[in-house]
């Protein structure tokens, strides 16, 4: 099978800092890939990387074979490039409904789509993701879960074909981590591709087929979670030399 | 509320489409003034209120539209339908034109870049020749108010229903999604670059349309007076007083605000200048979100809708 998404010796520098150093790996459709690392590691400037927000400064990448590197984000989220952010950014004014209606009618397989069905579908990607009772509040007024969960219906009411998720996890109690997982787990049975940063290592072990470890930009580790995790560098690179 | 709403509309649009009727020259004057400053007002709200840019050179799409109008009618002798059209051309391609880089800008940057570009036309418009350089251009007169009361109200409905139609379809969600957030919106799909310079053209087109109308009807302009700035700040006070981003609010702000500054102007001189001043405060500290939020929920919270305010603006 061929690999959806391909990230080819990818480097993003910010002047002097190189956030992202000749990175390269692929995701497989309908794989769960994880990429794990320490704060300022350039996880988010990967997927800022592939969902366009932000030009890599080499290295290509590209979807269904085709480079999109030069690409702008809003052609990228045509294609079936679905992110959400870290930092969420709802849009504030408008109802949670309408927040999601904007993914259905601009996101793939959108350009034709009429504002009654976008809301249709936003109801039923709102339910999804159990916010179904949420619909007619204002964005800015939902609470920090109820924006991650937002966050993941606006992305998949664009009907991705591969789904970014940036920290969708992170500021969540145990039981709201089990049910974004079930979520997720769920996305990928409808046959989208997942590429989830995490913090919580336990949360990313059991959800992810593959596990990628970035460390000050660059790859360390790629393989199935387990042996990742017992890898002595990874080790190395969350705990510190002597701990380990 | 809905249903009340459209006859509620079909019996205002009567009663104002009546007015030269019945009323005074003086009122039907006034009238013209007040119905172009509204276009205006909707003109603005598009790139204002529905995406969120505070354009402060849309009164260089009013000056485009004045001086279509007055070189095609002055110096080619053409009729004023094709003078509105020459406008509207000269507006779209500045709109694209300088739209393009400014509109990278956000904020008050970008409200600062626009305000400049009133002024460079200024200076620009004072050299051409065609356009009468300094002295301007006399129009040929049509006595007939009744005739650009008509047009302006005319004008002022379609710019009205084309923000209807915004608040409802795919292109005016991606307008305020640009406004709630650029990079979400783009992420999202949202050709961000071309909605921007869209809505700015569009914006540009009924500014453009009043110009000409407002150029016809006073039947002389210069350049100070078509790229005049304080009618941009008149627009925008008018727009948010009444409500940005909302389909009636800015026509409110335009009837009610024209009114009561007629009405000082000619009662108490001293303190009318004062007036845009302190509707500017007021506006923004007590109802940030317009005339028209405030109605809707004044009944259901208030005073404390004021003091609510009041507080988000942490003064």
């Known amino acids: 099978m061929s690999a959806i998404l391909e990230i080819k010796n990818v480097t993003r520098r910010f002047s002097g800092l190189v956030a992202v150093n000749d990175v390269s790996f692929d995701l497989q459709p309908k794989e769960i890939l994880g990429i794990i690392g320490p704060n300022g590691a350039g996880k988010t400037t990967l997927i800022s990387l592939i969902s366009g927000t932000l030009p890599p400064s080499s290295g290509d990448i590209l979807f269904e074979g085709k480079s999109i590197a030069n690409m702008p984000a809003y052609q990228r989220a045509r294609l079936g490039i679905g992110r959400t952010f870290q930092i969420m950014r709802p849009f504030p004014g408008l109802s949670v409904l309408d927040n999601v209606a904007v993914g259905a009618l601009f996101g793939r397989g959108g350009g034709n789509a009429e504002l009654a069905r976008a809301r249709e579908l936003a109801r039923a990607q709102l339910d999804f993701v159990g916010l179904g009772k949420n619909v007619d509040q204002r964005a800015d007024e939902l609470g920090g879960p109820g924006r991650k969960r937002l966050e993941l219906a606006k992305a998949l009411a664009m009907q991705p074909k591969v789904l970014l998720c940036d920290e969708v996890m992170a500021g969540l109690n145990l039981v709201e981590i089990d049910e974004v997982i079930d979520v997720i787990r769920k996305v990928r049975n409808e046959g989208i591709s997942v590429l989830v940063i995490e913090h919580v290592i336990k949360a990313i072990k059991s959800l992810s087929d593959r596990l990628l470890v970035l460390h000050h930009g660059e790859k360390i580790a790629d393989g199935d979670p387990e042996t990742v995790l017992a890898n002595q560098a990874v080790v190395e690179a969350y705990l510190g030399k002597r701990r380990a | ?315």
């Open chain 2, 1 to 315: 509320m809905k249903a009340l709403q459209i006859p509620a509309v079909v019996i205002a649009l009567i009663v104002l489409a009546a007015v030269p009727w019945f009323g005074s020259d003086v009122l039907v004057q006034f009238g013209i003034n007040a119905l172009l400053l509204g276009v205006l007002a909707q003109g603005w709200n598009i790139i204002g209120g529905y995406t969120g840019y505070a354009s402060f050179g849309n009164s260089v799409f009013y000056g485009l539209g004045s001086y279509g109008v007055g070189i095609a009618m002055v110096q080619w002798e053409l009729p004023f339908a094709v003078g509105l059209a020459f406008g509207v051309v000269l507006s779209v391609a500045f709109a694209i034109l300088l739209g393009i880089p400014v509109l990278r800008l956000k904020g008050h940057y970008f409200a600062i870049a626009t305000l400049a570009l009133a002024q460079v036309m200024t200076a620009i418009v004072s050299n051409v020749k065609l356009a009468g350089q300094n002295i301007g251009l006399v129009l040929p007169p049509l006595n007939n108010d009744l005739l650009f009361y008509e047009l302006a109200l005319g004008l002022l409905v379609v710019a009205t229903l084309t923000i209807y139609w915004l608040s409802r379809s795919r292109f005016g969600f991606g307008l305020i999604a640009i406004r709630e957030n650029e990079e979400g919106a783009a992420v999202m799909g949202v050709n961000t670059t071309l909605y921007k310079v869209l809505a700015f053209a569009l914006s540009g087109v009924f500014s453009a349309l009043a110009g000409g109308i407002h150029a016809y009807w006073v039947t002389f302009i210069d350049p100070e007076s078509a790229f005049d700035i304080s009618l941009n700040v008149k627009m925008i006070i008018m727009a948010v007083f009444g409500g940005p981003g909302t389909v009636f609010g800015p026509i409110i702000g335009a009837l009610s605000l024209s009114a009561v500054s007629e009405f000082l102007s000619s009662e108490i001189t001293s303190i009318a200048g004062l007036f845009f001043g302190v509707v500017v405060v007021a506006a923004v500290v007590l109802m940030p979100r317009g005339l028209a939020d405030m109605l809707r929920r004044f009944r259901t919270t208030g005073w404390r809708y004021f003091a609510e305010n009041i507080k988000a603006t942490r003064l």
